[in-house]
Every structure is written in structure tokens, then in C-alpha cells.
């Protein structure tokens, strides 16, 4: 059985997730907090290079250039991998019942897996390493949860104001 890092509720949310992903692992966060439809929209964004991914942290050579009007990269192949995570979860969502307007990723974690070792052979009998480094992740989508003002708090509103 499959451990998640986060107990979720079983009623109202739903899981996906993702092992050995030969992808980089950064590129992941930029659709955390969104809603499903953005998030889809978003990475298809960035697969055609309209919208670029930040980085933030760890981005020596992520510069800003005219086209991009911000710091990132367009990270095509994680982006068509996070949008295949997205559509199965999307389903594993409306194969539980839940409504697919309100859903919104609550968790998404992302841990390197083991390094897959190769060699790339060069001229007159050198060999040198080819690394890759795949990462597994997982992500947990929920019904956003609209909380409603209590009608007490507006009328208290209205009265310091005026």
C-alpha cells in the first residue's frame, strides 16, 4: 500500500501520484493552491510558451528576457507530465462524485528518487558519467471550502463604519 505524507479527508478529496518521473522536481510548485481548471490552463500555457514557470530559489542561470517578462523557464516536458497527473486526478475525482468546479490541488509534494546511472562513451576511449534524476510526487486535490461571513460580523462592520 502506498503511504501519502498528508492524512486527507476520504469524503471530500482524492489522490494521484507519480513514481520514477523523469522530470525536474522544481517545476512542480508553481501550481500548488490553484484551481484545476487554472492549473490545466496554466501548464498549457507553458508547454506552448506563453507563460513561463518562476524560480526563485536555486536558479543560477534563470534570467529574465524580453519574451518571458519574468524569471523562469519553460519546462515543456514536466509540464505535459504534470498535466496527465492533472487529468487522472481530475477523474479519480468525478469517479469518486466530487464536483470538478471548486477542485483545488491541497497537497504536493515532491521527493528525488534514486539516481539512474549511465555511461555516455566519448572519443579515443574515455567514458564519462550521464546521471539522470527522476523524482516521485504526489498530490492531493479537494473541494475548496467556501466559508460564509456570519451575518453577525457584517452588521458589527457597519456599525464602526458609519
Same mark, same amino acid.
Given at each position: 500500500?502506498?503511504? +501519502? ?12 501520484? +507519480? ?22 490552463? +496554466? ?77 555516455? +562513451? ?41
Amino acid at each position: 500500500m502506498v503511504h +501519502y505524507s498528508l492524512e486527507q479527508n476520504p469524503i471530500k478529496s482524492c489522490k494521484s501520484r +507519480y513514481a520514477i518521473l523523469h522530470a525536474h522536481s522544481k517545476n512542480t510548485q508553481a501550481i500548488k493552491d490553484m484551481l484545476i481548471w487554472k492549473a490545466t490552463r +496554466y501548464l498549457k500555457d507553458v508547454a506552448l510558451q506563453k507563460q513561463c514557470v518562476p524560480f526563485c530559489c536555486h536558479s543560477g542561470g534563470a534570467v529574465r528576457c524580453d519574451q518571458a517578462k519574468q524569471w523562469g523557464w519553460w519546462p515543456k516536458k514536466c509540464a505535459e507530465f504534470l498535466l496527465q497527473m492533472l487529468k487522472n486526478s481530475e477523474r479519480n475525482a468525478e469517479l469518486k462524485g466530487l464536483d470538478a468546479g471548486p477542485l483545488v490541488t491541497e497537497h504536493s509534494q515532491v521527493n528525488k528518487a534514486s539516481k539512474m546511472w549511465h555511461q555516455a +562513451y566519448r572519443a579515443h576511449g574515455c567514458i564519462n558519467p550521464h546521471v539522470g534524476q527522476p523524482c516521485h510526487t504526489e498530490r492531493i486535490i479537494a473541494e475548496k471550502e467556501q466559508i460564509a461571513p456570519n451575518p453577525g460580523e457584517e452588521v458589527a462592520r457597519k456599525k464602526r463604519i458609519s
